[in-house]
């Protein structure tokens, strides 16, 4: 990775108080121009993959301001040495590199991947909850079916022998031409 810093405004060819739809075209058009399908010059596929670089940066609002910020500082920075390096006997100043970091986490980015991070056990544990509910249903079910089906057979079973019993005074009412228990 690279310490120098780089002017996403200058790779877009853009000013610093252009509007987003500025730096939209901007990107279009410097796609277009230097995408590798397109340009097989040497160096267009760099520039191309900086051009969208810049673009991911300053076509977000909130990254473009901490861009912006950074921008500023690296400015000042730059002037400061320029300042010290006119003078003088200082001939000796040295420059420092200043780097810009991708992505500064704020209290709410923390709390979102906590949140995240969170979840998934929540996740599982609901619905270990909602499988123990269920079968806890089903065990009610065959439970409360259970009676019910020892009822039922008794009553088969009484049907049964009720049937039987008729059965049997028919049969002998046509054998002996007279029924009798």
């Given at each position: 990775m690279s310490n120098e810093f780089v002017n996403y405004y200058d790779e877009l060819e853009l000013s610093q108080n252009a509007s987003p739809e500025m730096v939209k075209q901007a990107y279009r058009t410097l796609s277009k121009r230097f995408h590798p399908d397109h340009n097989q010059e040497e160096g267009a596929e760099a520039k191309y993959l900086s051009i969208q670089k810049a673009y991911e940066v300053l076509s977000d609002p909130s990254t473009r301001s901490r861009y912006d910020q950074q921008l500023n500082q690296y400015r000042d920075l730059s002037?400061?040495?320029?300042?010290?390096?006119?003078q003088e006997g200082t001939a000796n100043v040295q420059e420092e590199t200043y780097t810009i970091e991708p992505y500064q986490y704020t209290f709410k980015d923390y709390c979102y991947l906590v949140m995240r991070a969170l979840f998934w056990p929540i996740k599982i544990i609901g619905l270990l909850i909602y499988w123990a509910f269920l079968a806890v249903c089903w065990i009610i079910?065959?439970?409360?079916?259970?009676?019910?089906?020892?009822?039922?057979?008794?009553?088969?079973?009484f049907m049964a022998a009720i049937g039987f019993v008729i059965i049997l005074l028919?049969?002998?009412w046509f054998m002996n031409g007279t029924p009798s228990l």
């Open positions: 002037n400061l040495t320029d300042a010290l390096n006119q079910t065959i439970l409360a079916m259970i009676p019910s089906l020892i009822i039922g057979a008794l009553a088969f079973l028919i049969v002998s």
